[in-house]
């Protein structure tokens, strides 16, 4: 996008994994040149060992023609994307139309198509050659080579062409096939650490947006349109050295999709390139004793292992490259969506604010009142995951906080045996500048009997809330309340607080079902 989007996606971005994509290609060019000079042992062994032929790691279409089983494909599809299971032939001929050499894989369009992982270890092909009128022009280049800097995460962002449901490897390939009107993918992040600080939230802008796209301890993928046609994949070698033996590089191009994986030496060695089929192994590995795998372990785009918050971001760009930013907030932080048109990353402008925030050129300020909650429920319920998740949905239907929900949460025993889970919850809710106190204390005291009546229904009890409305002068500086320890008792709350009785308004009520 038009900020500063350096990928850090912990453990391995998609950057990082194409990046090494082509350190082993290259590695493997190496490998074969030094092959070509020396020889190759397995080009001359008639004994080749046949590992990987069980039928543990074989996938057959027998019985499923027109599929896909385990990493390869059964459909006429397969002769395009040069993905079809070593058997096709024999258990899908109906299917041939007396086509012949159609698992030969230099005979598909496979080399148009990038293998790219875009969630997880979900990998998808993804068009990333140019039209033939775009050879070696700028828009080829950055089709095919990832940008650093400022566009890394566009130049990485998939497109999709709305008419016709075909997916690109960034916008300018989209662009070099003459599609009019590409839209790219929502980029889905990820973070595991309170990396946003108070002033962050009340302030949203580009800096929001660079932290979420560039900490180490946020992650992201991106989500796949819902009429994407897309086709899950496998990154594959399938070239034979010129100097190879001709009936090995023909069993190499011919055999299908059998997938053999070689790990690379070092002290930390990787997961290493992944052949098409044992015959491409057999034709790029240097020597005969080289390490393989017939499981395969791919590179992958990290997730996170906690989801302390997530995002949704938007990139709209149109055909005079001014780019629109929309950041929505997905879960774990609240009420700060916002929207940026950008023309170059030191010219965005605000174009759509939160409630209670006004445009104020590149971010969005806070211009209403904070009142400052704390609500604490107690549940049976041993499912942290879920429990937490029912607090959220609640205190979003309820309250609709401003910025983080922090949680804290202790194990109780409450008679006996029979254990319970107490849970505070800490957050802002904003309110207009001219709201009186008033007007707040019948909404805090509404919403917190609507809370209580949708808490009994999820078995949740002793529901108590205590808040402050902070003064104005706080509303765009960092936070000065501590933050409650984890242990901390309504009681413990409300010694913290009692000390600004003399500045803030401040109410409990309490409720026990």
Known sequence: TCVATHLRSSPQSSGDIRK?????????????????????????????SLFCDSSVFVKSCKNKCGSKTGQCFCDLDCFQYGDCCPDFIESCSYNLMNKTNVLDINSSERGKYECVA??????????????????????????KTPKDGDDEVLS??????????????????????????????????????????????????????????????????????????????????????SCAN????????????????????????????????KFCWFCANPTFMNIRSCHIKLGYRSSAQFELFSFQIL???????????NVRSSSGIHSVDFELECTTESSCMAVVCPNGYMKNEERCVLKGKLVQTNVSATTTNENMKVYTKI???????????????NYDQVLKDRKSDNRYTQTIMRFNISFPENVTKLDVNKYMTNKYETFVKLAKLKDLSQVNMT??????????????????????????????????????????ITFAM
């Open 391 to 405: 607090l959220e949905d609640l205190l979003q239907d309820t309250f609709i906080p401003t910025g983080y929900v």
């Open 118 to 143: 875009i969630n997880g270890t979900m990998y998808v092909y993804l068009v990333s050659s140019c039209d033939l009128a775009y050879y070696d022009t700028p828009l080829e280049v950055s089709c």
């Open 246 to 277: 001709d009936t090995l590089s023909n069993l190499c191009a011919t055999s299908g999709l059998h997938p053999v994986q070689a790990a690379t030496g070092g002290p930390y060695p990787d997961h290493g390139i992944v052949y098409h089929n």
């Open 20 to 48: 090494e994509d082509m350190l082993r290609k290259s590695s493997s060019i190496s490998q074969a040149e030094r092959v070509c000079k020396e020889g190759h042992p397995n080009w001359h062994n008639k004994e080749t």
């Open 315 to 325: 990139v709209d760009v149109s055909v005079d490259n001014k780019r629109k930013l």
């Open 156 to 241: 990485l962002t998939p497109a999709l062409d709305l008419e016709t449901g075909v997916v690109y490897k960034n916008i300018d390939c989209a662009r070099c096939n003459n599609v009019k009107e590409p839209k790219l993918w929502a980029i889905q992040t990820i973070c595991e650490e309170k990396i946003l600080t108070d002033r962050d939230v009340k302030n949203p802008g580009v800096n929001f947006i660079k932290k979420i796209l560039t900490s180490e301890s946020c992650s992201f993928g991106f989500i796949v349109p819902n009429n994407a046609k897309v086709r899950s994949c496998m990154p594959t070698e399938y070239k034979c050295p």
């Open 467 to 508: 808040y402050v409305i902070l003064p104005p002068e706080s509303v765009n500086q960092e936070p000065f309340l501590d933050a409650i320890n984890s242990t901390s008792s309504l009681a413990a709350i409300w010694s913290q607080l009692i000390t600004l009785l003399d500045i803030f308004l401040f109410i409990i």
